[in-house]
């Protein structure tokens, strides 16, 4: 990813591991991404946490975010695990010559998206996201609180969220 462009970006974890269901598990990415706000590394505009992924529309504004991003997360939710949820943390086991665990897959996958009709496409998608029938996480996308739907719908304040018609 280029610093100073906006991408569709999705990671999920190895194996399609549900490890983010948990609601203490949502919160270690928000607080990853808030940190990465603050720290002026990104603008962030739009997001949504599901059980075993995370999708994001953001614009980088240092070197190796996704990197950053990435390892930070995967060592507070290893931390998280192993205090409060072992059981899943067993199923991120790999015993790899370099790591026991591992949490993201590598292929996480950005898109850079041209123009305001791509944005807002995905933006739909993501909001979305959680009231598709393979997942049914609400019954309409406002009441799903891992989700930036409702910065956008109710005007809802989030110190994290810089709206997207501020860059296109």
């Given at each position: 990813?280029?610093?100073?462009?906006?991408?569709?970006?999705?990671?999920?974890?190895?194996?399609?591991?549900?490890?983010?269901?948990?609601?203490?598990?949502?919160?270690?990415?928000?607080?990853?991404?808030?940190?990465?706000?603050?720290?002026?590394?990104?603008?962030?505009?739009?997001?949504?946490?599901?059980?075993?992924?995370?999708?994001?529309?953001?614009?980088?504004?240092?070197?190796?975010?996704?990197?950053?991003f990435?390892?930070?997360?995967a060592?507070?939710?290893?931390?998280?695990?192993?205090?409060?949820?072992?059981?899943?943390?067993?199923?991120?086991?790999?015993?790899?010559?370099?790591?026991?665990?591992?949490?993201?897959?590598?292929?996480?996958?950005?898109k850079?998206?041209?123009?305001?009709?791509?944005?807002?496409?995905?933006?739909?998608?993501?909001?979305?996201?959680?009231?598709?029938?393979?997942?049914?996480?609400?019954?309409?996308?406002?009441?799903?609180?891992?989700?930036?739907i409702?910065?956008?719908?109710?005007n809802?304040?989030?110190?994290?969220?810089?709206?997207?018609?501020?860059?296109?």
């Open positions: 990813m280029e610093e100073n462009r906006i991408y569709f970006y999705t990671a999920s974890i190895v194996d399609w591991k549900p490890i983010l269901k948990s609601d203490p598990s949502k919160e270690i990415i928000l607080n990853s991404l808030e940190f990465l706000v603050n720290d002026d590394a990104v603008k962030l505009f739009g997001y949504v946490i599901m059980p075993n992924h995370i999708h994001l529309i953001w614009l980088p504004l240092k070197p190796s975010l996704q990197l950053r990435m390892k930070f997360t060592q507070v939710l290893k931390f998280h695990l192993k205090d409060q949820e072992p059981d899943l943390l067993e199923l991120l086991l790999v015993n790899k010559k370099d790591r026991k665990y591992q949490v993201w897959q590598r292929n996480s996958q950005a850079e998206l041209r123009g305001r009709r791509m944005l807002e496409q995905k933006l739909d998608y993501l909001h979305n996201n959680p009231c598709q029938g393979k997942w049914m996480l609400a019954d309409d996308p406002t009441r799903y609180r891992y989700s930036s409702r910065f956008y719908e109710f809802e304040p989030n110190q994290m969220l810089t709206h997207y018609m501020d860059f296109v």
